[in-house]
């Protein structure tokens, strides 16, 4: 079981804004603002989509938002677009050198 | 540009060892660690391990530990990663990829295009 719980699936129509959220199921890990999301359309590799908690690599589109609150991130997607359907991974930093996946969540454009 | 190319699907016998290679090019390769992940069919991403290709200083996943190796070789730019004894549920895609910031174990950031380890009697 990951340390970190994110849901299942979300949804959303395009144009609309949608939150995914990513809670830490022990302290420790929730303890670090260190967390990135990444994209991933089936079949291919991860995409670094935000890192730090916050901040977008280059040539990530400013749709995507990330945030934290107490054990919980969250990263926003704005302006939803057919190509945002995929899944989403968000990773903590879990001590000892060591980071943790969330088990993912399918991004369904309706 | 950053390129991570990843050695060839793998076929391996329950009990047996496997050697997956990454081969980077398009930047300094000993100024970035490289970190390893990999996922089960249908499954989710797992974090295996991280390498300082600078010093080879490693740290694996707990799970790991003990089947697992990470090592470099600097002269060809290539990480290494290797699982020993082998169980059908490590199958899995295995992706290595560099980090986006120098030394930083976290953020990877370029991905190798992965590789298929099937374990199968």
């Known amino acids: 079981q990951s340390a970190l719980t994110q849901p299942a699936s979300v949804s959303g129509s395009p144009g609309q804004s949608i939150t995914i959220s990513c809670t830490a199921t022990s302290s420790d890990v929730g303890s670090y603002n260190l967390v990135s999301w990444f994209q991933q359309h089936p079949a291919k590799a991860p995409k670094l989509m935000i890192y730090e908690v916050t901040k977008r690599p280059s040539g990530i589109s400013n749709r995507f938002s990330g945030s934290k609150s107490g054990n919980t991130a969250s990263l926003t997607i704005s302006g939803l677009q057919a190509e945002d359907e995929a899944d989403y991974y968000c990773c903590s930093y879990a001590g000892g050198g060591t980071w943790v996946f969330g088990g993912g969540t399918k991004v369904t454009v309706l | 540009q950053v390129q991570l190319v990843q050695s060839g699907a793998e076929m391996k016998k329950p009990g047996a060892s496997v050697k997956v290679s990454c081969k980077a090019s398009g930047y300094t390769f000993s100024n970035y660690g490289v970190t390893w992940v990999r996922q089960a069919p249908g499954q989710g991403l797992e974090w295996m391990g991280w390498?300082?290709?600078?010093?080879?200083?490693?740290d694996y996943a707990q799970k790991m530990q003990g089947r697992v190796t990470l090592t470099t070789d600097t002269s060809a730019s290539t990480a290494y990663l290797e699982l020993r004894s082998l169980r059908d549920d490590d199958t899995a895609v295995y992706y290595c990829?560099?980090?986006?910031?120098?030394?930083?174990?976290?953020?990877?950031?370029?991905w190798g295009q992965g590789t298929l380890v099937t374990v199968s009697s």
């Open positions: 390498i300082n290709a600078y010093n080879g200083n490693t």
């Open positions: 990829a560099r980090g986006l910031l120098p030394m930083a174990s976290g953020w990877p950031g370029y």
